[in-house]
């Protein structure tokens, strides 16, 4: 009788929580807002909904001065890609990995590209074996974080810093101090790759080219990261496990995705377009995506609610006519889906036309419909 009861309270529960998930989209359907699942009461503990996700944890154990990020999920990159190399990987598997990956506009966001074969080899990780890589700079420095499968992996990590000849660290917790010496005797390593520190516990490895900035990330709590990159780094993750992705505060996305890149005529040909196109506001972060399957989500933060409503039209508007200093129109690149205001966040879905690159293309500006 009890267990009877049991159930027919959490069946219950569960009733009352798709009733108010309804009802909040509902509303925000007719304000011109769609709710995000984690912010609808009840919700934000359920499997797949809310914080946690890998991107959203990997953004916040970036530094304090991290203002650019650059995502890969290379667990998903190679079940999307059909390829399972063993735990340890040939030279060839690896090349075979970043091939597929390349073809596929899946590797951009990389930064071990052409370290993935030495890396592999001199320190038991790669793009082959690693579940994910978050490449975040700052005014201060650069870092790599990536995520490691099992404690076996970090053990490898360890063992083989060791034969590599880094210096190893007086504390679990340190630094491994490689420099530029080192990384000549070991073959071609990106001077990211200079000085790592191996936290077995959380399954994480970071590395940098200045062992002090290292060791500052590794020793300092992270803050919260700011408003802009948390609505659409969250924003990215609810739209599904995004492969690779970019996203920028709002310094870097109204200056490396600014027309001012231009030449004169696409900087003329963009003033039209947007007088036209109705008001622009600039922008708080934004973000670009890859999903499983080869669709894209851009999303575009703003200050507040209203200026997100405001700007949903005009983005899909720019997005969808020509592409100037890009060449040619967007149109050429991706066809436009849904333009949606959710909150502080407009999310446009794109669908790549064959052959096109749209991450590669559109994480460096001058990209009209993200102009601030």
Known sequence: MGDELGRARLLLVLGVLVALTAVAV????????????????????????????????????????????????????????????????????????????????????????????????????????????????????????????????????????????????????????????????????????????????????????????????????????????????????????PLSAAVFDSAVACSSLAMASADQAAQEQARTLLAAAGPVDPLAGFGLAVQPGGGATAALAFESDDQARENADTRATLASGPAPGQGGDFADRFSLGSTVAEGRVVTMELEPTEDARVLSDLSSGPVLFATC
């Open 26 to 241: 509902v509303v925000g359907s007719v304000r011109g807002t769609l709710p995000r699942l984690a912010d609808v009461p009840g919700l934000s503990g359920l499997p797949g909904v809310g914080p946690g996700s890998e991107l959203e944890a990997a953004v916040a154990m970036a530094p304090a001065d991290a203002v650019r990020f650059s995502w890969t999920d290379w667990a998903g990159v190679r079940e999307e890609l059909d390829l399972d190399p063993p735990t340890n990987p040939s030279t060839g598997d690896v090349e075979e990995l970043l091939d597929a990956a390349f073809d596929a506009d899946l590797s951009t966001t990389t930064a071990l590209g052409e370290s993935a074969v030495t890396s592999q080899a001199a320190l038991g990780f790669s793009p082959a074996t690693l579940s994910w890589e978050l490449f975040s700079q700052g005014e201060q420095g650069a870092l790599v974080t990536m995520g490691l499968a099992d404690e076996s992996a970090a053990t490898l990590v360890e063992d083989r810093l060791r034969q590599a000849g880094f210096t190893p660290p007086e504390d679990e917790t340190g630094v491994w101090r490689g420099g530029p010496d080192v990384l000549a005797g070991l073959g071609q390593l990106s001077p990211e790759l200079s000085f790592v520190a191996v936290d077995a516990e959380e399954l994480v490895v970071r590395s940098s080219d200045a062992s002090a900035y290292l060791q500052r990330a590794v020793d300092t709590e992270p803050p919260d990261p700011g408003q802009g990159v948390a609505d659409v780094v969250g924003t990215l993750a609810d739209a599904g496990p």
